[in-house]
């Protein structure tokens, strides 16, 4: 017996099936059926008339009766109807039989006449234009501006002083975050979460917010909030602005049980000097040395004997203040500014006898570090210098 025989001997059909090709109209069928099948997946339910309905979900609708109508299109289809919609088609003919060609354009909230011209669409956005509108509310000229200027004017400030940082969003904020009262960084604007018109209820049962989002351009937009986060996780250059007034700059301003929530920026200290140098030894309860680590003291002073910057001496740690969402190279600068008039400026010969001059050493009494710290913390200490004439922080 030769293969063919064995084959045919057990019952197997070797003539080739013919593969039925498909009209462009079945292809046509075949295809706006399946945009409604994932138009089912992506929100849980078929399609539905209504004013209040999207443009495309209005058309998907029509377009279900349609095929509920024929009966070429339900056996066309009929493989593919796993959730039985299209039925036997009697009471879906009649519902759309009763509709003329202005009533189906009225259903799909086209008023105009067709156009003549079938390459030409109206009234229908592209997926672009829609996503657009979706995500990021059209921008407005803001009327009051002037009443949110201030709060700009402070905020830039703030990041210049260190008060304030900038931060690269590691993952998608929450909708709580998104909140009044915070600022952001999206498309390369400030933006001031101004306010919001409280929580509602989807059509597809989600919560979300209407906000009032100022922008530094002296514009603003009305925006849902789950748009705006998106808008900000799709902008690789945006940017969350830490708060000062929602956590602790310094740990003993706050509850042990705040600090979790809060990011750590590492450690201000101040030391005095142990120097027998003559001019450090005659006012050593007012000079101070102030820093700012990321590490321990403990690391930082270590070896402070042989090196210049702790004026070649051993030093004590006279006090230290735990930092959080701060930037520690501008908050060290914006001290040292304050503290510029009375910075001690005196020669230290090196271990070779050259003149090692620190610049991070200050003639100032404790009690007035103290009061730079509060004033930090409370976001007073912007403008303020150290008077030594009146042994006071003054504006100037």
Known sequence: ?????????LGI???PKKVRARTPREERIIAGFEDILKFHDEHGRVPQHGEDRDIFERLYAVRLDRLRAQADCRDLLADMDVHGWLGDGAAAAAAVDELDDDALLAELGMDEPASTDITQLRNVRSNVERRAAEEIAE???CADFDQFRPLFDALKRDLDNGVRETRTMRAELTLAEIKPGEFFIVSGQLAYIASDDGTFTTDY?????????IYDNETESNVLARSFQKALYRDKGARRISNPLSGPLFADQADASDEP???PSGLLYVLSSRSTHPNIAANRDLIHKIGITGGTVE?????????????LADVDVVAT???FDVNRPKLERMIHRVLDAVRFDTAIPDRFGNPVRPREWFMVPLTIID????RIGDGTIVGMRYDPATASLTHG
């Not at 049962?205 to 989002?213: A, E, Q």
């Not at 690391?299 to 004026?311: F, H, Q």
């Open 1 to 9: 017996m030769t293969d063919d025989d064995i084959l045919a001997e």
């Open 13 to 15: 059909d070797l003539t």
């Open 139 to 141: 921008h407005t000229p």
């Open 205 to 213: 049962g989600r919560t979300d917010r209407r906000l009032r989002v």
């Open 261 to 263: 929530e809060h990011l």
């Open 299 to 311: 690391a930082r002073i270590s070896g402070a004997a042989n090196d210049p910057t702790y004026l």
């Open 321 to 323: 203040y735990k930092l």
């Open 371 to 374: 009061e730079i710290v509060a």
